[in-house]
């Protein structure tokens, strides 16, 4: 009972400690925020900080990861809502462009982290949340004909790069017209590879 009470205030301070790095990084960014302010905006001590994470490289991490499973579980639901792959496709594309169109989780995932965490690891998170979801809806669509029989593993790498880049575009210039604009190239790219087929 003891310890079961114990690890339940464990688990909610490290998530009261992820929401809270979290809204720092969004608004002060990863160089500007420091251990204690996470902390204390947490309600939580410094040494609560490290009991949880090795420092604030590995809370950058974890946010990052919690953020983007997030993420790929919504785009999967919005992709789940049909049964067409072609219409999975389009619908999953249009989720992870409209969640990532709200600023502040543009920053985290696309600019803040990459920075904090380096390349490499940033790709290693990004991949393991999105690299086998995005295969999967490439292998359905050439199993439909949607799609060329291309190799689906650098299919789905070439498709999430340009979803990166379409994200950043909207980060830099949130105006409604650019989005709309990002938008309807992301999904002319995606015709392209229907367009092969035809």
């Known amino acids: 009972m003891a310890a079961t009470l114990r690890e339940k205030h464990a688990e909610a301070t490290r998530k009261a400690l992820l929401r809270s790095a979290r809204a720092l990084f969004a608004r002060r960014g990863y160089e500007h925020t420091g251990i204690d302010q996470i902390a204390e905006q947490a309600g939580a001590t410094r040494g609560a900080v490290y009991h949880h994470f090795a420092g604030k490289r590995e809370l950058m991490r974890a946010v990052l990861d919690n953020m983007l499973g997030a993420l ?3 785009v999967a639901s919005a ?3 049909h049964e067409d792959p072609w219409e999975r496709a389009q ?17 985290i995932l696309f600019v803040e982290a990459p920075a904090a965490l380096g390349w490499e690891a940033w790709r290693e ?9 995005t295969r999967a809806s490439v292998q359905s669509l050439i199993e439909a004909g949607y799609a060329p029989a291309l190799d689906p593993d650098i299919v789905a790498h070439l498709m999430m790069a340009a979803l990166t880049e379409a994200v950043l575009l909207i980060a ?3 105006r409604p017209e650019t989005r709309a604009q990002v938008e309807a190239a992301a999904n002319a790219l995606l015709l ?3 367009a092969q087929t035809e």
């Open 125 to 133: 998170v990004d991949q393991h949340h999105f690299l086998g979801l």
């Open 72 to 74: 790929a579980a919504r």
């Open 79 to 81: 992709a789940g809502e």
């Open 91 to 107: 619908a999953g594309q249009r989720a992870f462009l409209e969640a990532c169109a709200e600023r502040a989780t543009a920053r």
């Open 192 to 194: 392209g590879l229907r």
């Open 172 to 174: 830099r210039d949130p």
